[in-house]
């Protein structure tokens, strides 16, 4: 089976630019998070989604924006990217909307920011 | 205010010696507890969790916690730790409106 599989794997993006990064969770999971992790920190929460809704947001910008489709892969959009957006952005998957179970996390994209 | 705390920032133990991370909670009610291992470049990957029940849970490579109410504690246990748990390891508590809160984790270095 299939894990949690994110694309890209890494990313390089100017100040200023926009960036899209996918998430497919696993067969079954219909819930989604995405987490930013900065060098050195532990993940913080951004998203997440459950049967294609909006269940949570962290304290995030609303330059960070994110969707689940049909099929519960998910995007998350950054705009006006700025050199603090430079982090491990984790996206994670659960068979319920809560995630009391624990998360399957993926291995992430590596997004930085020149 | 949820948080978590994970005192040691990094910690060094020689191979085949046991081992405890810490990690200290604050949350409102009763906490889903959980610890993730991290190995370079890889995402997070789940070792144990505790709902409720026994306060002393096992999980996967050899690893247990044991949760203390009084103490607001959940630390990690190995017996005896292989060159293989070199990691990140990091204690989450939640869920608050879904949101789960990660401590900013403990380095583990493992030497021969």
């Known amino acids: 089976d299939a894990g949690v599989t994110q694309s890209p794997t890494h990313l390089i993006k100017t100040r200023g630019q926009h960036v899209t990064l996918r998430c497919s969770p696993i067969?079954?999971?219909?819930?989604v998070s995405w987490y930013q992790q900065v060098l050195g920190q532990g993940p913080q929460f951004i998203f997440q989604y459950y049967e294609k809704e909006e269940r949570g947001r962290g304290n995030f910008p609303d330059r960070f924006s994110a969707r689940q489709f049909p099929n519960y892969s998910s995007e998350l959009n950054v705009n006006a990217l700025l050199l603090g957006d430079s982090a491990l952005y984790l996206c994670?998957?659960?068979?319920?909307?809560?995630?009391?179970?624990?998360?399957?996390f993926g291995s992430g994209t590596r997004l930085t920011v020149v | 205010a949820q948080s978590v705390t994970q005192p040691d920032i990094h910690i060094t133990v020689s191979e085949g010696a046991s081992l405890e991370l810490r990690c200290n909670y604050s949350?409102?009610?009763?906490?889903?507890l959980f610890w993730y291992v991290q190995s370079p470049g890889q995402g997070l990957q789940l070792l144990l969790k505790y709902f409720s029940g026994d306060t002393l849970v096992q999980g996967i490579k050899g690893f247990e916690a044991e949760f203390k109410r009084s103490q607001s504690s959940f630390n990690l246990r190995k017996p005896s730790v292989h060159w293989s748990d070199a990691a990140e390891y990091f204690c989450?508590?939640?869920?608050?409106?879904?949101?789960?809160?990660f401590g900013t984790g403990t380095s583990l270095t493992v030497i021969p």
């Open positions: 067969s079954g999971h219909k819930s």
């Open positions: 994670a998957s659960s068979l319920g909307g809560d995630g009391i179970y624990g998360y399957t």
């Open positions: 949350y409102g009610a009763t906490p889903y």
């Open positions: 989450a508590v939640g869920p608050t409106g879904n949101q789960f809160y």
